[in-house]
């Protein structure tokens, strides 16, 4: 078994299915995505709610930049995020806000249109393309470069290395993506911290075996 197959297996046995990603449309995930940015998921929710059930593409577009700034405030950068949104909203809007229909295409050509949108990075792509379109984009953040930057494992230094290598270790399946980074995620919180907590880590018998050969 590839050692990222035996990682994974280890932490979902130990964590279950977390079931990433609250949210009810694809929509809601892109805006989400965006958010996120420099902030953490409980400001998003607290932005997501000031839209009272009616977050759409075309409220996004049609409001004053104004309101939509305070209704974002809470996720800090909120100017610049505005911006975003609007930008990112007009790339979905651009397929008639057709997933079915952004899907159809090659994904590494939606992956290039969505890096060439305004405040649209590596990450916040990867996580559009997996959690809004349920496509095979694994997606690398601060807990996945802390986690392969501590195991030892040769997954590389930069986020691409990272993600060419989870991709290539790893069978091409968008629910397995999603798990796995949910997993790693939770890990993280719990014990491969900013201060490592390894006593009860699931992965710590694998991970001194590793060290061991």
């Known amino acids: 078994m590839r050692e990222l197959e035996k990682i994974y297996q280890t932490l ?7 079931q990433w990603w609250p949210a009810d449309t694809p929509f809601e995930v892109i805006v989400g995505a965006v958010l996120t940015q420099n902030t953490v998921w ?3 929710e607290k932005a997501l709610e000031q839209f009272e059930g ?4 075309e409220r996004i577009l049609d409001m004053p930049v104004e309101d939509l700034q305070e209704i974002i405030r809470p996720t800090g950068y909120f100017r610049q995020k505005a911006q975003y949104l609007r930008a990112v909203t007009e790339w979905f809007m651009s397929y008639g806000g057709d997933v079915d ?27 559009i393309l997996l959690y809004a379109f349920d496509l095979p984009s694994f997606v690398v953040d601060a807990y996945t470069m802390r986690f392969f ?8 230094k930069t986020y691409m290395e990272v993600k060419s ?3 290539a270790g790893l ?3 968008a629910t397995l993506y999603n798990h796995f980074h949910a997993l790693i995620v939770q890990n993280g919180k719990e014990h491969c911290k900013k201060k490592m907590d390894c006593a009860g880590c699931p992965l710590e018998q694998l991970c001194e075996k590793v060290v061991a050969e």
């Open 101 to 127: 229909l952004i899907k159809s295409r090659p994904l590494p050509e939606i992956r290039s249109e969505l890096l060439r949108v305004r405040g649209v990075g590596n990450e916040t792509a990867d996580s």
């Open 54 to 57: 009616n977050l759409s593409p």
């Open 42 to 44: 409980t400001n998003v």
């Open 171 to 173: 069978p091409r399946d």
């Open 12 to 18: 979902y046995a130990h964590y279950g299915d977390l």
């Open 165 to 167: 290598f989870c991709e």
């Open 149 to 156: 930057g501590r195991y030892p494992i040769e997954a590389g």
